[in-house]
C-alpha cells in the first residue's frame, strides 16, 4: 500500500450484505440492498477517486461477484486489515480490487503520535509504548470515555459509529488525547521500574 497520511481515510465493520448486522445492530436499513446503497453513497461523498482508504476488515458478506460490483462502485484505493469475518483467501480479496491486505498496519504522525490500525482492539497495547490503537470489530458497543473511544488506547472506527462514512485519519488524531496516553505510559513505565526495585 501506499504511505498513510493525514488525509487516508479510515472505516471497519461495513458488512456489505450482511442482513443480520441489520438486526445485530439496530442499522435503519429495510433490506441489504438499502443498507449497500447507502453506504456506498456515503463512501462516495467523501472519498473522490485516487484518495486511499484503510478499511479494517469485515468489508463483505456478498459472493465474490456481488462484492466485486459493490467494490467497483466505491471510490479510491483501498487496503484492509483482516476482520474476523473475511474468510476467503488473499487473492479473493484481491480479484474484487483490494490493493493489498495486513494484519496490522503502524504508522507515526510528523507529530510522533504512534498508531496501530487492527481489526480487534487491543486492550492494551503493551507492545507498542506510547501508542494508540485505531480498530473496529466492536460495532455500537460502548465505551470509557464515550462510544468511539473504548479506552484512552483505543479509538473503534466502526461505520456505526462514524455514520457509515469513511473518516479521515488527521480527524481521528483530533479526537485523540495524545498527552493523556503518554502520561499514562509514563505511569505504567513508573510502575514498572518500582515493583522492579523490590
Ligand atoms: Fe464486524
Not at 22 to 30: A, T, V
Not at 143 to 157: E, H, M, S, V
Not at 172 to 187: G, M, N, S
Request: aromatic share 14%; net charge negative.
Amino acid at each position: 500500500m501506499t504511505n498513510i497520511d493525514h488525509n487516508t481515510f479510515i472505516i471497519a465493520d461495513t458488512h456489505f450484505g450482511h442482513l443480520s448486522i441489520i438486526k445485530y445492530e439496530g442499522r435503519p436499513f429495510s433490506s441489504i440492498d438499502e443498507m449497500d446503497d447507502f453506504m456506498v453513497e456515503k463512501w462516495n461523498s467523501v472519498v473522490k477517486p485516487g484518495d486511499d482508504v484503510l478499511h479494517l476488515g469485515d468489508l463483505t458478506y456478498h459472493n465474490q461477484s456481488k462484492s466485486k460490483a459493490i467494490i467497483a462502485r466505491l471510490n479510491g484505493n483501498i487496503d484492509m486489515i483482516w476482520g474476523n469475518h473475511d474468510r476467503h483467501s488473499e487473492k479473493w480479496y484481491q480479484d474484487l480490487g483490494i490493493r493489498s491486505l495486513h494484519r496490522i498496519k503502524r504508522w507515526t504522525s510528523f507529530k510522533n503520535e504512534r498508531i496501530v490500525f487492527t481489526h480487534f482492539p487491543l486492550c492494551q497495547p503493551f507492545s507498542f509504548p506510547y501508542a494508540c490503537n485505531i480498530h473496529g470489530h466492536l460495532h455500537s458497543v460502548g465505551g470509557y470515555f464515550n462510544k468511539r473511544l473504548w479506552t484512552p488506547f483505543n479509538y473503534n472506527a466502526s461505520a456505526e459509529l462514524i455514520d457509515y462514512t469513511p473518516i479521515k485519519l488527521g480527524e481521528i488524531l483530533k479526537a485523540i488525547d495524545f498527552e493523556f496516553i503518554r502520561k499514562e505510559w509514563d505511569k505504567i513505565e513508573s510502575r514498572w521500574n518500582d515493583e522492579g526495585e523490590n
